[in-house]
Every structure is written in C-alpha cells, then in structure tokens.
C-alpha cells in the first residue's frame, strides 16, 4: 500500500524533484549537530568539502532562517529553534510530555538509565533520555545516533520494520543484524545489543507500536554489563513499552 501511494503521489506531482540547493543547505545543520561547541567557517567548510563562501552563504541562509546563531567565538552553532522543533515532532508522534513520566518510573523501578529512540534518516537516534543516579553509567545525549547492526534499538527497528521501510533499511547500505537476531528478537519483543560498539556496556530494547501498528520508536534500558540480569530488567521493560504503545495508540 505505500509503495502504490508513493507512486501515486509521483505521477500526482509529475515527477517533481526536491530542491537540491535547500537539501544542500539544509545538510549544513547536520555538520553543525556532530560538535559539542559550534564550529568555526573553515571547520564547516572542511567537513562538507566547500569552498568557504559557498559554506558562508549556507550558513548566512540558515541564520536567516533562525536555524544557526553565532556566538562571541564566531563559531556556528544551532540555534534554540531546532528544540522547539524538535519538541514538536516529538509532541506529534505522541512521543512528547506524556511519555517523559513513563521513562522516569521505569528508571525508579530497575535503578537504569531509560531511553527513547525513533528511526531517523535510516538510524537509531535518541529523543528522550531519563538518567540513572549510578555515578558508574553509560553517558550517550540526546541526539546519539546508533548501530542498526550491534544496538539493541536498532536491532528492533530492523526486526519489526514494515516491508516498506525494511527495504529501505538494506538498499541505504548500513549493516543489518544478522537474520537469526532479528527472528529471535521478534519471537521475545525484546532485543539485547551486541557488546562490541561499547565495551562493558549492555542495553536491552522493546518496540513501541504506532496507531497503524508501525514500529518507529523503542524504549530502552542501558547499564555496565557488570549489572545486567536479564529477569531483572525484562518485564520493566515491556511494561513500560506497552504503556507508550498504548498512548501511540490513543488509549488511557
């Protein structure tokens, strides 16, 4: 059914192609989002293989735009306005506010650090975080992309992927977890990651379902693998997941 309504939408449109100057320049903020500090012109230059004054005109465009600010450093750094937008997708996938209280018991109940990852641009990513109070815990912000291949989200988002997106998924390149993972994470709802991608670190992810049944989000908990019980954190877990699938899904 996407396939045919995408193709639908294509012969609607006549064949119109997105604007390759605005994806340009739109790609400016990406660059911007991988540095803790705001960069300077020929760092944003460099990273995206520009001339500087077609980097400074990109960046001139998005401050205009409100997207990037300045600071006293004359690095480049985004500005306030992508939270706003970023609380507002989050608000209109029904992950926003009322997900957070969900998060925070989970972490009281196992002591672990929670999260909330959608499938962004064909990754995991992190949109909501609700830290442990162990001094000993794994640091990963908001905005944290990861593995498909060796994340537990990821390993759920491919296992529990539509058709549609699942093609996506292999044509984009990333490395897929292995098929046996991914049938074995569909039989349990829960999947662990692999270990390699951060030393002594473990996580175990469930999928969150959407009002059409869709998997795009999971929750997860994370901790050194020195803590890690299976029996302990399970059942928290799926909990905490069915609860969010049933806001996705409009239900109390």
């Not at 006549?14 to 803790?36: E, N």
């Not at 175990?204 to 803590?227: Q, Y």
Request: net charge negative.
């Amino acid at each position: 059914m996407d396939t045919e309504y995408s193709n639908r939408i294509q012969e609607e449109s006549g064949g119109v192609r997105p604007l390759s100057t605005v994806l340009k320049t739109m790609a400016v903020l990406d660059v911007l989002a991988s540095s803790a500090r705001g960069m300077k012109l020929p760092e944003v230059a460099a990273a995206m293989e520009l001339s500087r004054p077609t980097a400074y005109q990109r960046l001139l465009t998005l401050i205009e735009a409100g997207w990037v600010e300045q600071d006293q450093e004359m690095r480049y750094r985004l500005s306030m306005h992508a939270c706003r937008i970023a609380a507002a997708a989050l608000e209109q996938a029904s992950l926003g506010t009322r997900v957070q209280p969900v998060l925070e018991m989970l972490v009281h109940r196992v002591k672990e650090t929670a999260s909330l990852a959608v499938l962004d641009r064909g990754v995991p990513c992190i949109v909501s975080r609700v830290e442990s109070e162990s001094v000993l815990r794994a640091e990963q912000k908001i905005g944290t992309t990861m593995s498909l291949e060796g994340s537990a989200s990821g390993r759920i988002l491919t296992a529990f992927a539509d058709d549609l997106t699942l093609a996506r998924l292999k044509e984009s390149g990333e490395p897929l977890a292995a098929d046996a993972l991914l049938q074995e994470a569909r039989a349990n709802g829960y999947a662990l990651s692999s270990g390699y991608t951060h030393s002594g670190v473990i996580a175990i992810a469930a999928p969150i379902f959407d009002l059409n049944g869709k998997c795009a989000s999971t929750v997860s908990l994370v901790m050194p693998e020195m803590r890690f019980d299976l029996e302990t954190f399970r059942e928290p877990l799926l909990d905490a997941a069915r609860t969010i699938t049933k806001m996705q899904q409009g239900e109390r």
